[in-house]
């Protein structure tokens, strides 16, 4: 059993920042990948952006540069920064770790 962990959700106003954390139950090299998804209300959860355990990085089509992904190996985490936000970053984002663990998913909400 794997459990994934989020935190660093919130609101953020348009042109603010945000990092989103996810704390794995044991060691993110042990994942051949790991990622973060958005989800919009009715709609299916999309990539935003991938990482593999060699530190190859996938982005999501959705994403235009201001969004990174990076882990702390030692502590078993890996962060999503999420910069310059706009209202259509909204959603509910989750960590995902191969081959089907997900987290909890946490909520970010951008508005003025």
């Known amino acids: 059993q794997v459990q994934l962990v989020e935190s660093g959700g919130g609101w953020v106003q348009p042109g603010g920042s945000l990092r989103l954390s996810c704390e794995a139950s044991?060691?993110?090299?042990?994942?051949?990948?790991m990622g973060w998804y958005q989800q919009f209300p009715g709609k299916q959860r999309e990539l935003v952006v991938s990482i593999t355990s060699g530190g190859r990085t996938k982005y999501g089509d959705s994403v235009k540069g201001d969004f990174a992904i990076s882990r702390d190996i030692a502590k078993n985490t890996v962060h999503l920064q999420m910069n310059s936000l706009k209202p259509e970053h909204t959603a509910m984002y989750y960590c995902h770790a191969d081959p089907f663990w997900w987290g909890q998913g946490t909520q970010v909400t951008v508005s003025s």
């Open positions: 044991r060691s993110i090299l042990s994942f051949d990948t």
